[in-house]
């Protein structure tokens, strides 16, 4: 059964610093998506990593892929209230479904 | 941009009712999913509908649970006999071009 991890599973950041959230599973998978959700919302597609090594960036958010280590990071840079949000990995199972983990509630605070 | 719709956005209905979801995928796509979320907790998959039948189903989706693509464009969640532990947040999502995108979801409150 493939597990996700995610951690922290809570982090206050200061606007400005810069944090890492990891995104560790316990299958061989080679696509893995991130999301944003606001509360109360839907899921915002954030990014989506197809292969080892890749690394794609949007504004203040980086997210990579290292398929042998069974890892994703999400790096989020000089951190903005904006940002403040929960994020999602979600691991591809065969094109079957979305294992989701547990998500990172984030609280930038000014 | 394409998107997922679904109605309604909030249903609070009695438990032992039945309830459907409604989800209208976006046209090209071929497969479909109903994911849910109880407040606070983490996404987690339902079922997945391919070429009209369900290809995956977790233990989650019991006999009470039933799905169908009814006229060709809407794709419906059934729950035939509510529970109060059927209260959460139904999302659809289709997938393609390698994104699963989702609807805004619909609001479900068992009372």
């Known amino acids: 059964e493939l597990k996700v991890e995610q951690n922290p599973l809570f982090l206050s950041m200061q606007e400005g610093k810069n944090y890492t959230i990891y995104c560790n599973y316990s299958t061989t998978s080679d696509r893995l998506y991130w999301y944003r959700q606001d509360p109360g919302k839907s899921l915002e597609s954030l990014f989506v990593l197809l292969s080892n090594g890749a690394v794609k960036q949007e504004g203040r958010l980086m997210a990579s892929l290292d398929t042998k280590a069974r890892l994703s990071t999400l790096h989020i840079t000089a951190a903005v209230h904006d940002l403040s949000a929960t994020y999602f990995c979600?691991?591809?199972?065969?094109?079957?479904?979305?294992?989701f983990g547990a998500g990172t509630i984030l609280r930038v605070k000014s | 941009e394409p998107e997922v719709t679904q109605t309604p956005s909030h249903q609070v209905t009695q438990m032992g009712q039945e309830v459907i979801l409604r989800c209208v995928p976006i046209?090209?796509?071929?497969?479909f999913y109903w994911y849910r979320q109880i407040l606070g907790q983490k996404v987690e998959f339902l079922v997945s509908f391919y070429n009209n039948e369900i290809s995956e189903k977790s233990e989650i989706f019991d006999d009470q649970f039933s799905v169908e693509r009814p006229d060709g464009s809407n794709f419906t969640l059934k729950i035939r006999s509510t529970k109060l532990e059927d209260s959460a947040m139904y999302f659809c999502?289709?997938?393609?071009?390698?994104?699963?995108?989702f609807g805004p979801g619909t609001r479900l409150t068992v009372t």
């Open positions: 046209s090209n796509h071929l497969y």
């Open positions: 999502s289709t997938s393609g071009n390698y994104e699963q995108y």
């Open positions: 979600a691991v591809d199972l065969y094109g079957n479904k979305l294992v």
